[in-house]
């Protein structure tokens, strides 16, 4: 009755990197973030209607965003920081099947406060430091919101089922 389980996911994740003749590009030449979370779990069937799941999320997150410092050049020179992390949080669930065919779910994703550490990046056109502040140290923290979901499967025929769930995120 009691299980153990692994997950490796990529939860959060954005790149951009616009046209090269697009006026607002001075303000993001390009940025990429991106968490990888692994999450072992353990799971217990208390009965066979009611499971019950706690699980650890450990996740790494790595961020890179870049603007142009100087504007109008055909290459200008960018400024702009990278850096990474790892965060730490929870999750739970419970699965409760109150009739045949029937599966309700609540899932519980705490709030991850990603701390992150970097460098600030300042470049001429010709890849040189463009002030004494390129290579300094940043740091910071990204709030990551917990999320909660309800769900529900109900069994129509052996072939189908009708699948709902709704979600609410703390943004």
């Known amino acids: 009755d009691l299980r153990f389980g692994l997950s490796i996911n990529a939860p959060y994740g954005s790149v ?77 669930g419970v699965t409760w099947k109150p009739f045949v065919g029937t599966a309700i779910g609540i899932g519980y994703r705490s709030r991850i406060d990603q701390p992150f550490e970097g460098n600030y990046i300042s470049l001429t056109a010709a890849g040189l430091p463009a002030s004494a502040l390129n290579g300094s140290k940043i740091s910071g923290t990204l709030r990551l919101p917990d999320r909660l979901n309800l769900s529900i499967r109900q069994a129509i025929t052996p072939q189908f089922d009708l699948l709902a769930s709704v979600e609410w995120q703390g943004w």
């Open 16 to 92: 951009t990197s616009p046209d090269r003749d697009w006026g607002g590009r001075v303000n993001s030449l390009s940025t990429k973030a991106r968490t990888i979370t692994i999450t072992p779990s353990v799971a217990y069937q208390i009965s066979p209607q009611l499971s019950v799941g706690v699980g650890l999320q450990i996740q790494y997150f790595k961020a890179r965003f870049i603007g142009a410092a100087a504007a109008g050049l055909p290459t200008p020179a960018i400024a702009g920081l990278e850096g990474d992390g790892w965060g730490f949080g929870l999750t739970a």
